[in-house]
């Protein structure tokens, strides 16, 4: 019993040290209640001119001794500062709307007339600068959580946070122990290329909160890869009243997105897909409208070929990511008029610097759809590789076969010539 208790203790401890490594500030509100809770790591770096013009940077952090006057709470809007040094702080600036809150700035000011931070600056004024953080769409009555370190760089400032816990408007003056994470501190991906961004690791064991909510943006969840995508069946009619199609389109897509040194993928799921577009003589579109991304994709017929030309891909992805990516001047699956295009293998095609388009068991045909079935497929390179292969394979097995019956003849021949038997 006492042993167990001392391990209560330690984890008590432990929890003890985690919060006192980050700066904790509580703000009371004009009841005494508890109305701001934020404990967190700062770094800031700061890049300023010597008298003798020479570019330095000075680091620094928030020291043990800081004030948090300045900070307040309202219904809609409160503010967290931290004031530190000789006329240094840092503040930032919550707002409070229907089932969220969010970040609206964070402003930071510094003195460069400290020495103690500033050696020989040029200047002897107070530098002030505004970064918009990425916290929004917090779950009321939840803290954001955000162990992994994110980074605002703004000209000659650069700020580090990590290891943040902060709620803005706490209810009842008692602070929650749900959270809601950033979309760092949740694993995407499996095929997540490895992000620079360190998370803490000892400290993770000791987070003093158990229950936790995702950001809103993830609530669509798609399947995650490495699932392999649903196979949707799109096609277009020429017009209302038509019955047969004349574009068609299979497949099953997955969009890779990089964001600075961050790598996402999301499969597009075909449940409520919305399908438009058009069928013309040298032009044809299809949009595809997902549930949060939409794909615009062009064909064009030249000199008695087709041709995806251009890509336009619009959403967000699930880590709440938004972006737009085009590309106008792609060559992708390329074929004669008159057939459509298969690759049942997974390809990976580049579409731009940031988005790379996934497909899976694709088949498409953008002109000339003769009765609203497919025409005579031409295979991709990749799956031809793989048709080659099968008939090798079946011959060389079937070699092997001949020639294990054969040898098992000849053997069971010479057995029964040795006892004496006919054989026929
Ligand atoms: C923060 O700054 C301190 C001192 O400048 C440094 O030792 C530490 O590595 C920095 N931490 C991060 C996460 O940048
Ligand atoms: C800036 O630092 C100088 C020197 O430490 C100090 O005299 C001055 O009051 C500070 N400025 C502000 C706005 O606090
Ligand atoms: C700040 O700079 C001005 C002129 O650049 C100077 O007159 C003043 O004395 C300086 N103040 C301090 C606190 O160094
Ligand atoms: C926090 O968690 C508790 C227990 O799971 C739950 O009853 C409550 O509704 C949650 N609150 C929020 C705001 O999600
Ligand atoms: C977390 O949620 C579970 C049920 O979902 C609940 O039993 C537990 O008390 C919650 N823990 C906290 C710390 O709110
Ligand atoms: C479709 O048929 C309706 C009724 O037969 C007709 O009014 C309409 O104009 C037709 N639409 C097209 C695009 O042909
Ligand atoms: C598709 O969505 C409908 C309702 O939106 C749902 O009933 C159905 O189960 C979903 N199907 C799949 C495969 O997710
Ligand atoms: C299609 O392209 C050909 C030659 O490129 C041109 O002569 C023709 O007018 C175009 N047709 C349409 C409908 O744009
Ligand atoms: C791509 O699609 C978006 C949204 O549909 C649109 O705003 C944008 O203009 C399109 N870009 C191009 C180059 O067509
Ligand atoms: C389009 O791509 C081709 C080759 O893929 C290239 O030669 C051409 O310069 C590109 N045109 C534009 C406008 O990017
Ligand atoms: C997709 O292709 C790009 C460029 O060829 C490559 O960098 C990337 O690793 C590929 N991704 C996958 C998942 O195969
Ligand atoms: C492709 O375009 C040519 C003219 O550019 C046109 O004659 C032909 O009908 C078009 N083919 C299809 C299948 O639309």
Known sequence: MSRYAAFVLFLFLGFEIYLSQGIEVKVNDKDDKLCLYANLMVNFSVEYETKDNKNVTAEFTIPDAFTSSGSSCDTKTSTLKINFGDGHSWSVNFSLSNKT???????????????????????????????????????????????????????????????VLIQAFVVNGSKSENITSCSADIPVTPTTVAPTTVTPTTHTTAAPVTNVTTLPPTTPTPTPPPAIPPTGRYSIKPDENSTEACLLADFGLRIGLKQGE???????????????????????????????????????????????????????????????????????????????????????????????????????????????????????????????????????ALFVLILIVLLAYFIGRKRNMATGYESF
């Not at 969010?102 to 107070?126: G, V």
């Open 262 to 396: 961050k790598y996402e993928e999301m499969n597009l799921d075909t449940n409520g897909t919305k399908v438009s577009g058009f069928c013309g003589v040298n032009n044809s579109e299809l949009v595809l409208e997902f549930a949060t991304v939409t794909m615009v994709f062009s064909f064009i017929n030249e000199s008695q070929r087709f041709r995806l030309h251009a890509l336009n891909v619009t959403g967000k992805m699930s880590s709440g990511v938004a972006f737009s990516e085009v590309n106008t001047n792609l060559s992708l699956w390329e074929t004669a008029l008159g057939s459509s295009y298969m690759c049942n293998k997974k390809q990976n095609d580049t579409i731009t610097n940031q988005l790379s388009l996934f497909t899976f068991d694709l088949r498409v045909q953008p002109f000339g759809v003769k009765k609203g079935v497919f025409s005579t497929a031409v295979d991709c390179p990749a799956d031809d590789e793989e048709n080659f292969i099968i008939p090798i394979a079946v011959g060389a």
């Open 101 to 163: 809150y969010q970040a609206d700035s964070i402003t930071f000011s510094y003195n460069l007339s400290d020495s103690t931070i500033f050696h020989d600056p040029l200047s002897n004024d107070t530098v002030t600068v505004n970064t918009q953080p990425h916290i929004s769409d917090v779950v009321m009555d939840t803290c954001y959580s955000c162990k992994s370190k994110e980074i605002f760089t703004t000209d000659a400032v650069s700020q580090t946070l990590w290891n």
